[in-house]
């Protein structure tokens, strides 16, 4: 018994720098944070009040409603886009058993490129006068798009970007999963004559659910908080229409110096975040059971 006190207090002992360090990186700025929430701040960054009128105010600020329904709309978009396609390049590369390994590493390639070289790029390729996307258009007969400087495309467009970047990563968790399914189901199927349609949809997909989900979950902490491509391609514009909540949060807190109001929205979208996961986690717990 003495034995087993001394070990578990020696474990205890090696992992209290990974704990301190978890605190110190993760616990202290999320408290901090909620704190500055709860301040009222002036220009010069003096505290001028205390209490909830942060809180108060987003519920009268048309731009935060406006916020959180641009976010949505384009976490939803992105995430439906991203596992269709990247189910289906997950299939494509779990069927091409030969494709050479070069053709493999460029169907990956994009999620490992920074933010801002992939922002950067579709500026290029999506200048309404000079950009090779519209050239492509006008090529087929078809007429060109504002693109980012559409306050119709501007959503989707973006949405199309973080796919183009982030679909080989959810193949990449899929075909994880279609490597793992068990080959006896598919030979018991393939004996009983089953359609390639009914092999997908009736064994293939439940089986990938776990998966699905799994995707899901990892995607989603980032569709929810996405920033960076987002303020390098429009900065929230043409006139708001792709403010999300973390723009829109930045622009207060660094652009006129409302951080008691920025740390405010922050919280609020971290809670959304926090809500998002644990849905699809508990999603996750009900397939995989």
């Known amino acids: 018994m003495r034995v087993e006190n001394n070990q578990r207090r020696q474990m205890a002992m090696m992992s209290l720098p990974a704990l301190v360090f978890t605190v110190s990186m993760i616990a202290f700025p999320f408290i901090y944070t909620i704190w500055m929430s709860f301040q009222t701040y002036s220009s010069t960054g003096q505290i001028t009040g205390w209490g909830g009128t942060n809180y108060r105010r987003m519920i009268d600020d048309v731009q935060f409603w406006n916020g959180i329904w641009i976010t949505f709309y384009l976490y939803a978009l992105s995430l439906a886009m991203q596992l269709v396609l990247g ?10 058993k030969r494709l ?27 200048d309404p ?17 504002d693109w980012l400087a559409s306050p119709m495309m501007v959503v989707p467009t973006l949405a199309i970007i973080d796919t183009w970047q982030w679909t080989p990563y959810v193949a990449l968790i899929v075909l994880g999963g279609l490597q793992s399914l068990p080959p006896s189901v598919y030979e018991a199927a393939e004996i009983d004559g089953a359609s ?30 996405f920033f960076d491509l987002i303020y390098i ?13 973390n723009i829109y949060g930045f622009r207060q807190g660094f652009e006129f110096f409302q951080l008691g109001y920025a740390s405010a929205l922050m919280v ?18 009900g397939v995989e059971w």
């Open 87 to 96: 189910t289906g390049l997950a299939l494509l590369l779990f069927r091409a």
């Open 100 to 126: 050479p390994g070069i053709l493999r590493s460029l169907f990956i390639s994009p999620f490992l490129l920074p933010p801002v070289v992939a922002g950067m790029m579709w500026l290029v390729i999506l």
């Open 129 to 145: 006068s000079l950009g090779a996307a519209n050239w492509i258009l006008t090529s087929l007969g078809l007429p060109p798009s």
């Open 196 to 225: 390639r349609r009914a092999v997908f949809f009736r064994i293939t997909l439940p089986l990938l659910l776990p998966t699905l989900v799994t995707a899901m979950v990892l995607r989603s902490v980032d569709l929810l908080r």
């Open 233 to 245: 391609t429009t900065q929230g514009g043409p006139s708001n229409h792709s403010m999300t909540l």
């Open 268 to 285: 609020t979208l971290s809670v959304m975040v926090l809500g998002a996961v644990i849905a699809l986690n508990r999603l996750r717990a």
